[in-house]
């Protein structure tokens, strides 16, 4: 029966990549857009992930190494007030809507960003039911006005899979940071950023933890970005 558990673990990270959906690219900035302004994103690159699991109080473990190529997401940003904008966050997450809050203006920009996303996928090729996944958490930005910015996470991630005797819940605490650089080129933004996160996952059988796993992923990537802000610089 453990075995048979750890086998579910494999099984998440096989078909999904990782054990839950995923949002790392942070791809933007501090600076926020200015009412009516918007912004549409797509950020490529590669990712490395170590992923250990371990069955429930027992010795049987595994560990398996990914190489993931390309890993994509997407972003929309619209500029409703001069330090408020609307995100729209696309990843194997779902769709990530967001409000970006800048809270410094100057050399130094400082934001956050409170975000949630839901994702549901119906019957598989396995038959193995449904799968809904749900995640909250917020990110922090701060930028300078010379280009360089980093961004710190956190997100709770809830991934129900499966029906009847085969559903599993799995629980993550998903923390993630990233430092990138923003070089403008007329109305184009390109960033490129290195985002590292970890993730301890519980896989969880009548709402009592029942395995163990944690992901470490380290994500090169790179934003191309068009709109903006028009604004001038301060």
């Known amino acids: 029966m453990n075995l048979q558990r750890l086998m579910i673990l494999s099984v998440l990270v096989a078909t999904t990549g990782c054990i839950t959906p995923r949002s790392m690219v942070f791809g933007q900035t501090a600076n926020t857009l200015g009412a009516g302004n918007a912004e549409i994103a797509v950020a490529m690159g590669g990712s490395f992930a170590r992923i250990g699991q371990q069955t429930g109080s027992d010795t049987i473990s ?10 994509l997401e997407a972003n929309a940003a619209f500029g409703l007030g001069e330090t408020v904008d609307l995100n729209f966050h ?7 809507p967001g409000v970006k809050i800048q809270l410094a203006n100057g050399d130094w920009k400082f934001a956050v960003m409170p975000e949630f996303a839901f994702l549901y996928a119906g019957n598989n090729t396995n ?36 029906a009847g005797q085969s559903a599993q819940t799995t629980l993550a605490h998903f923390g993630n940071v990233a430092l ?9 933004s390109l960033r490129p950023e290195l985002a590292f996160a970890i993730a301890p996952t519980f896989l969880l059988e009548d709402n ?23 604004r001038k610089k301060k």
């Open 62 to 71: 595994s560990t398996t190494h990914l190489f993931t190529v390309p890993e």
């Open 208 to 230: 009592a933890p029942d395995g163990f796993g944690t992901e470490l992923i380290v994500l090169p990537n790179i934003t191309v970005a068009v709109g903006g802000n028009t």
């Open 180 to 188: 990138g650089y923003e070089l403008k080129m007329g109305g184009v």
């Open 90 to 96: 696309l990843s194997t997450a779902g769709v990530q």
């Open 127 to 162: 038959n193995q039911g449904t799968s809904r996944s749900l995640m909250f958490g917020a990110k922090g930005l701060v930028s300078h006005s010379a280009g360089l910015y980093a961004g710190l996470g956190y997100d709770l991630r809830l991934l129900d899979r499966g």
